[in-house]
């Protein structure tokens, strides 16, 4: 949603960099840039006013004046500044002392308020609550039945006493829900209450009757993130009509400006609690102001990408994977790669992931082209192969590649090229789980290409060379020979006894990688 802004934003602090100083007129100039960027991402203008000037009157003193490096100190205010303007600090959840803790969702008909209430059942389940949806929006069609189907798909529990399609009482649905969640041990209701399309006296009465009548501890006003500066007015209009405590933004994946969603914390003075970033209904987190301005600046967001991690990857599992990886490369086979591979996918999107990490803006174009479904077909290859083949994938030669390539649908190139590419993983991976560091790199401690071990490769070739001598030659080559038969003699070079065949000796696979 921020694209459009974020590339604005980089193109501006580019102009800025390798200046070691900076001047008035390039100050006016950025700060100039920086508005036009945040009125074309339809931020509000009170907000742009008193961003901009903030940042001027910070930009112009002695932080940037006497910094080492004046851009990235206004970068680092720039930064300072939106998180200011989306809240501050992370605003949580409050729960009662006494449950069940009540939240009350408002907003808008076509906001998302019946999704996002499955999303937010789902998120409080994974946090080790028992949430109850309630069904108070009995104007809508269907939309208690949306709601029931949602609560299924969320695996949280739903009160829905009345059919709704205009038939009920929603106050006394909201009141009785209250009763139910304690006889049946819930500890947090969320009341779905109806929207409109528009303000209007009838929502706001009987949203204030349904607020009244279950005392929640929580109000969160639902707001589509893309429907632009008319977001601020429902806000403003519902602060003053209802009240809300907290904001949360659905449909921040769309392709609006979305700068709507920077001004509605500023304007109405509730901080954004939550954010939807997608369909699936665990497309959904708590939002924290500092990484959404980190984003926002291309600066990635590791935090909330190790958190998706934690949620996902299993601490013993992890540890088990690193053991099996220090015992040595061929202890990872394509089963461990293909699991690991299915974690990583239940961390989301691969695209929303690599949009995380620091640096990955400039990659845009990539990233959005990146196909999905690729992690698909290597999940059918590696699945075509027989479990042999999956434990040994050294032994999958030409006329196995073909019968897995038929098995899941793709060319033979693309099993050869899987193969290939595992087997440079697990040796790259082997390789850092050891505390070798990165093959291939010069001068570093357990890394391959030092110059000096170049040298002695070179100065042991230079020792096996034969000289260019015939007599001089003859002799090496008696020399040899005589070498050879007083090792039959004694024993082989690996202990073996005299006399024993040396061409039938195999040395163990361990040993053989060093040969």
Not at 278 to 307: N, Q, V, Y
Not at 409 to 431: I, P, T
Request: aromatic share 4%; glycine share 10%.
């Amino acid at each position: 949603m921020f694209d459009t802004l974020s590339d604005r934003l980089a193109a501006t602090f580019k102009n800025l960099r390798g200046k070691g100083r900076l001047s008035e007129a390039d100050i006016d100039a950025t700060a100039r840039e920086i508005r036009i960027a945040l009125l074309e991402a339809d931020v509000a203008l009170p907000v742009v006013r008193s961003f901009i000037k903030q940042v001027k009157e910070r930009a112009a003193g002695a932080e940037v004046s006497q910094a080492l490096n004046p851009a990235q100190q206004v970068i680092k205010i720039v930064n300072e500044e939106l998180v200011g303007i989306l809240g501050g600090e992370t605003r949580r959840l409050r729960f009662a002392k006494n449950p069940p803790t009540v939240i009350m969702l408002a907003g808008l008909q076509g906001a998302g308020k019946t999704t996002l209430a499955g999303k937010l059942g789902r998120w409080l389940k994974g946090q080790g609550h028992s949430p109850l949806l309630v069904a108070c929006d009995l104007q809508r069609p269907n939309a208690v039945n949306q709601l029931s189907v949602v609560a299924e798909r969320a695996g949280v529990a739903v009160y829905a006493p009345q059919p709704g399609n205009g038939v009920g009482d929603p106050v006394q649905v909201a009141k009785d829900s209250i009763e139910f969640a304690r006889t049946k041990v819930h500890d947090v209701v969320i009341v779905d209450t109806a929207g409109r399309l528009g303000i209007d006296q009838e929502l706001m009465q009987q949203a204030a009757d349904i607020r009244d009548a279950v005392s929640p501890d929580e109000v969160l006003f639902v707001v589509d993130a893309m429907i632009g500066q008319d977001a601020v007015n429902t806000a403003e209009a519902f602060r003053d009509g209802v009240g809300f405590d907290g904001v949360v933004l659905s449909k921040l994946d769309g392709d609006a400006r979305g700068g709507a969603a920077l001004s509605i914390a500023h304007v109405t003075g509730r901080q954004i609690m939550f954010a939807s970033n997608g369909e699936k209904l665990d497309d959904f987190d708590a939002f924290h102001p500092d990484r959404m301005a980190s984003r926002i600046l291309g600066m990635g967001d590791m935090l909330s990408l190790i958190e998706k991690a934690e949620q996902t990857f299993s601490q013993a599992e992890a540890e088990k994977m690193a053991a099996k990886l220090q015992k040595g490369p061929k202890e990872f086979t394509l089963d461990d790669f293909l699991a690991q591979m299915e974690q990583v996918r239940k961390m989301g999107s691969i695209s929303k992931l690599l949009g995380m990490l620091p640096g990955m803006g400039e990659m845009k174009s990539q990233i959005d082209n990146l196909d999905e479904r690729d992690v698909d077909r290597t999940a059918a290859i590696i699945k075509s192969m027989t479990p042999a083949e999956r434990d040994q994938p050294t032994i999958i030669n030409g006329s196995r590649r073909a019968r897995i390539a038929k098995g899941s649908g793709v060319e033979v190139s693309a099993v050869k090229n899987l193969v290939e590419r595992f087997f440079e993983a697990r040796k790259m991976m082997s390789k850092m789980a050891q505390g070798g560091g990165m093959p291939g790199m010069p001068g570093m401690p357990g890394m391959g290409g030092g110059p000096g071990r170049q040298k002695k490769k070179q100065k042991q070739a230079k020792g096996k060379q034969r000289s260019g001598n015939p007599m001089k030659r003859k002799q090496q080559e008696l020399e040899a020979a005589k070498r050879r038969e007083e090792q039959a003699g004694a024993g082989g070079a690996f202990g073996l006894p005299g006399g024993e065949q040396q061409k039938d000796f195999e040395l163990p696979d361990e040993f053989k990688k060093f040969m």
